[in-house]
């Protein structure tokens, strides 16, 4: 079994629910394939925040972190994008994946919570973003 996700369309943000078990040696075009039709439905909707419930196994190796993270622009995140991303798998709590520090230090507005509760409310609450992150990536 792969992964598979649904996406339940609200008033200020799309939900997604991941489920699943990555495939061995295929762990980025999942990963990659899965989010294009997220960010997808994001532009058709014009919902740019996104609440993840993530339930799935499987590793994603390091090799795997990294070229996702060189295909974010690609597959359709942009730093409009605003990402709460709840897990109960507590490895990745305490030590999110290098794909969530990258993003992070890029501009991109991604956090981990371990309740869908605590992950909407600060999905929906107000952006703490600085001017100048944006405008140095306008340059890019």
């Not at 075009?29 to 419930?53: C, N, P, T």
């Given at each position: 079994m792969s992964l598979e996700f649904v996406h339940i369309l609200h008033p200020n943000y799309i939900e997604v629910q991941i489920n699943g078990v990555r495939t061995r040696g295929k762990e980025?075009?999942?990963?990659?394939?899965?989010?294009?039709?997220?960010?997808?439905?994001?532009?058709?909707?014009?919902?740019?925040?996104?609440?993840?419930?993530?339930?799935?196994?499987?590793?994603?190796?390091?090799?795997a972190h990294i070229n996702f993270a060189l295909q974010l622009k690609e597959i359709g995140c942009t730093l409009a994008h605003r990402i709460a991303y709840v897990t109960t798998d507590r490895q990745i709590q305490k030590n999110p994946p290098l794909i969530f520090g990258y993003m992070q230090s890029a501009g991109y507005e991604i956090q981990v919570f371990k309740r869908k509760e605590e992950g909407k409310r600060w999905l929906l609450g107000k952006k703490k973003r600085f001017p100048l992150i944006d405008l140095f990536h306008s340059f890019k």
């Open positions: 980025r075009q999942e990963a990659a394939s899965m989010w294009k039709h997220i960010f997808e439905i994001s532009d058709r909707y014009g919902l740019k925040k996104i609440l993840v419930q993530a339930r799935h196994r499987g590793n994603f190796p390091i090799n």
